[in-house]
């Protein structure tokens, strides 16, 4: 992510670096320090990122906790940086690779329209 000033001096602006995709991917993020685990779906994905929306009704704020997003074959490690109603917003160690973002849009599930 990449801070940007504002020529006038107001707040800095912020702007992805990473293209981000809409995705429905099933999945479980785990939170390393307690190993609890909670049952998901990817909702959007980046190189350095993924939204995650767990099951649970309810969300609790768990900014800054260390994870692993189980998705698709893949343990991606990462920390969550923000919590909203979507879920949890994880940021990765490591940005993924062209074929790690490929294997994972592959497994992308499309949602059955009703007829």
């Given at each position: 992510m990449?801070?940007?000033?504002?020529?006038?001096?107001?707040?800095?602006?912020?702007?992805?670096?990473?293209?981000?995709?809409?995705?429905?991917?099933?999945?479980?993020?785990?939170?390393?320090?307690?190993?609890?685990?909670?049952?998901?779906?990817?909702?959007?994905l980046?190189?350095?990122?993924?939204?995650?929306?767990p099951?649970?009704?309810?969300?609790?704020?768990?900014?800054?906790d260390?994870?692993?997003?189980?998705?698709?074959?893949?343990?991606?490690?990462?920390?969550?940086?923000?919590?909203?109603?979507?879920?949890?917003?994880?940021?990765?160690e490591?940005?993924?690779?062209?074929?790690?973002?490929a294997?994972?849009?592959?497994?992308?599930?499309?949602?059955?329209?009703?007829?």
């Open positions: 990449a801070l940007h000033f504002h020529p006038f001096g107001r707040r800095p602006v912020f702007s992805r670096a990473d293209e981000r995709h809409a995705c429905r991917i099933d999945g479980e993020i785990v939170l390393t320090e307690k190993m609890v685990s909670y049952e998901g779906r990817l909702i959007n980046s190189r350095g990122g993924a939204m995650f929306r099951r649970l009704a309810y969300l609790m704020n768990r900014r800054g260390a994870v692993q997003v189980q998705v698709a074959g893949l343990a991606l490690p990462g920390e969550i940086v923000a919590t909203s109603p979507l879920g949890f917003g994880v940021r990765f490591t940005p993924l690779t062209e074929g790690e973002l294997h994972l849009l592959a497994h992308h599930t499309a949602e059955i329209e009703p007829a």
